[in-house]
C-alpha cells in the first residue's frame, strides 16, 4: 500500500531487551522523523532525518538509536528498553525542505514491562 | 521550550465557534496545526510562517501573530467532525535562518462537539 507504514503496531517486550520499530514510506520524501507521545507532553521529537545517512537528535534522543541507509526506511531502535520508554511511537514524513506538512504513520504502541 | 496552548479543553454545541491559542516563548519561523483523533495518527491542517499571515481551511482558518510568537486556531460553525485533540507545532528561527522541520509540540487542546 502506499503511504506510510509502521511495524509491528503493538509490541510489548521486557526491560533491557533490545527493540526497533519499523518505518516505511513509498513517497520517496526526503524527510522523516520519530515522535513519541505521552499523556501530559504531547508529541515529542527523538530523532529526525533529511536524507539517507543524515540523521540528528531532536528532544529526547537518550536511549534511542536510528540508522537510514535507505530514503524509505527509519528503523528506530531502543538498545536497552527501559519503562519509561512505553509510549505510542509515530514516525512522519516529509517530501519537501523546511516548514511543510507532515505525514504521520499509524503508530506502534510500546509497553516495555 | 514546549509552546503553551490554550485551553486545555473545549466542549462546544454543533455551529457554534471555537478559538485555541499557542504561545511560544522564543521568535519563530513557523506554526504548524495538526488534529488527531482518539487512537488515530495527527493529521496536518495547516502551517504558517513568519509574516503574520492568516490562513483558511473550509471553516478552519488560523493567524500567526510574529510580533507576540503567538499563533490562534478558529473553528467556525463547528461539526461532529471537528472532535479531538489539536496541536501546535513551532519551529523557532536557526542560526542559519532556514527551516528543518523540527517541531517542538503543544501538550493539545482537547475538543468536543456535541449534537
Known amino acids: 500500500d502506499a503511504g506510510i507504514t509502521q511495524s509491528p503496531r503493538y509490541k510489548i517486550t521486557e526491560t533491557g531487551r533490545q527493540v526497533t520499530l519499523m518505518c516505511h514510506q513509498t513517497w520517496s520524501h526526503s524527510y522523516m522523523f520519530w515522535y513519541r507521545q505521552d499523556l501530559g507532553h504531547g508529541l515529542r521529537l527523538i530523532y529526525y532525518s533529511a536524507a539517507a545517512d543524515i540523521t540528528d537528535k531532536g528532544e529526547v534522543p537518550d536511549g534511542y538509536v536510528v540508522s537510514r541507509s535507505k530514503t524509505e526506511n527509519f528503523p528506530l531502535t531502543l538498545e536497552s528498553a527501559t519503562r519509561s520508554q512505553t509510549s505510542v511511537y509515530f514516525c512522519?514524513?516529509?517530501?519537501?525542505?523546511?516548514?511543510?506538512?507532515?505525514?504521520f504513520g499509524p503508530g506502534t504502541r510500546l509497553t516495555v514491562t | 521550550q514546549q509552546p503553551v496552548q490554550s485551553p486545555q479543553a473545549v466542549i462546544l454545541r454543533e455551529g457554534e465557534d471555537a478559538v485555541i491559542n499557542c504561545s511560544s516563548s522564543?521568535?519563530?519561523?513557523?506554526v504548524h496545526w495538526y488534529r488527531q483523533k482518539h487512537g488515530e495518527a495527527p493529521i496536518f491542517l495547516m502551517i504558517l510562517l513568519k509574516g503574520g499571515e492568516q490562513k483558511g481551511h473550509d471553516k478552519i482558518s488560523a493567524s500567526f501573530n510574529e510580533k507576540k510568537q503567538q499563533s490562534s486556531l478558529y473553528l467556525t460553525a463547528s461539526q461532529l467532525s471537528y472532535s479531538g485533540t489539536y496541536f501546535c507545532g513551532t519551529e523557532p528561527f536557526n542560526a542559519g535562518g532556514t527551516s528543518y522541520g523540527k517541531l517542538t509540540f503543544g501538550q493539545g487542546t482537547i475538543l468536543t462537539v456535541h449534537p
Open positions: 522564543k521568535a519563530l519561523y513557523s
Open positions: 512522519a514524513s516529509s517530501g519537501r525542505y523546511g516548514a511543510h506538512e507532515q505525514y
